[in-house]
């Protein structure tokens, strides 16, 4: 499969519940038998900027969505450029990072606040450091995906009701639509079971490591 030496950045995108985390272990764990050098990573960091985020989607911290969208933008800069885990380092060094939640995260959920234009304005830096050489948008029911959230958790996230979760389903479309020619998108129905979701998505990795770039 493809050249090991060459690394890559694959982000993984749903809404809230969509199974991202699982399917990034479960890819990591193929990838790493295949001999790569995998780094999983995830946004908001856990950094100090990302810190300050959780909090505040927790409530603990009264904030504004225009406040929330440029702490997001400044998380993933730092993301992107830190000395000791910086993904745009790590690409470099020939790792494959597959990262949860990337600024296509921003477009959608913040789009139900703010005019999308603006987010990906605030985002622009983050696209001329970095833009994945894949996203992945898992795509599950927003029903299917609350049910997922009520049984594994006691609490529930600012973003985490059904309204919200069918609007940052519809943004998420909208922005990859508005950013068709710039992008690289894949859509996986993630509504199957996991093995076969995780195998649609491996299809999908392998494509992009046989790239040659
Ligand atoms: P999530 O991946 O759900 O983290 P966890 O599973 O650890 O709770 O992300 C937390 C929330 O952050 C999620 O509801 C989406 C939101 N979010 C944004 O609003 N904007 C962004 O740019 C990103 C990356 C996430």
């Known amino acids: ?26 890819i990591s764990k193929r990838l790493e038998a295949f001999g790569y050098k995998v780094y ?34 400044a998380d993933r800069t730092d993301h992107l450029v830190n000395k000791v ?8 060094q020939g790792e494959i990072v597959l ?3 990337y600024y296509f995260s921003s477009y959608a959920y913040h789009a139900q606040y703010i005019d999308m234009k603006w987010v990906i304005h605030a985002n622009a830096l983050n696209a001329e450091i970095l833009r994945p050489d894949v996203t992945i948008f898992i795509d599950v029911d927003p029903d299917i995906c609350l049910e997922r959230i009520k049984n594994s958790r006691s609490n529930f996230e600012m973003y985490e009701k059904i309204d919200i979760m069918k609007k ?21 129905d993630g509504n199957s079971t996991k093995g076969k979701v995780e195998d649609a998505i491996l299809n999908e990795v392998k494509k992009v490591l046989s790239e040659i770039k």
């Open 1 to 26: 499969m493809g050249n090991k030496t060459n690394g890559r950045f694959i982000v993984f995108e749903g809404i809230d519940g969509s199974g991202k985390s699982t399917q990034i272990k479960k």
């Open 40 to 73: 999983s990573t995830f946004e908001p960091t856990d950094g100090p900027v990302g810190s300050l985020i959780r909090q505040m989607l927790s409530g603990k911290v009264p904030t504004d969505q225009r406040t929330i969208a440029s702490l997001f933008a």
């Open 85 to 92: 885990s910086g993904i745009r380092h790590k690409v470099d």
């Open 99 to 101: 990262c949860d939640r």
């Open 168 to 188: 940052v389903r519809a943004s998420y479309f909208k922005a990859f639509d508005a950013l068709k020619d710039l992008e690289k998108i894949v859509i996986i």
